[in-house]
Nanobody
Framework: QVRLVESGGGLVQAGGSLRLSCAAS????????MKWYRQAPGKQRELVAG???????NYAEIEKGRFTISRDNAKNTVYLQMNSLKPEDTGVYYC?????????????WGQGTQVTVSS
């Protein structure tokens, strides 16, 4: 069984910063791409940033320059450093990872962490 657990969300004023973490645990042989998604109220879940096992990164256009995704493969953890936060960054942030557990690669999701940015 594989679990992804996010942490680090909260309430912050516009212009502030937060650092999200997502730790994977369980019977893990390897973790491939890790991604952060956001779901704003009344909207569909959207990709915020992704990182490969070799640390190649990609970002949604509106997050470029403000958000930084990173990972620690030894800890099976991915991070999202969010700076210069705006009210439109508000939403539930979900971690997603491709995990080799046993003989198969499967896609896993965390339960989400709420980020609220006040104006």
């Amino acid at each position: 069984q594989v679990r992804l657990v996010e942490s680090g969300g909260g309430l912050v004023q516009a212009g502030g910063s937060l650092r999200l973490s997502c730790a994977a645990s369980g019977s893990i042989f390897s973790i491939g791409d890790m991604k952060w998604y956001r779901q704003a109220p009344g909207k569909q879940r959207e990709l915020v940033a992704g990182i490969t096992r070799g640390s190649t990164t990609n970002y949604a256009e509106i997050e470029k320059g403000r958000f930084t995704i990173s990972r620690d493969n030894a800890k099976n953890t991915v991070y999202l450093q969010m700076n210069s936060l705006k009210p439109e960054d508000t939403g539930v942030y979900y971690c997603n990872a491709g995990v080799l557990a046993g003989l198969r690669w499967n896609d896993y999701w965390g339960q989400g962490t709420q980020v609220t940015v006040s104006s």
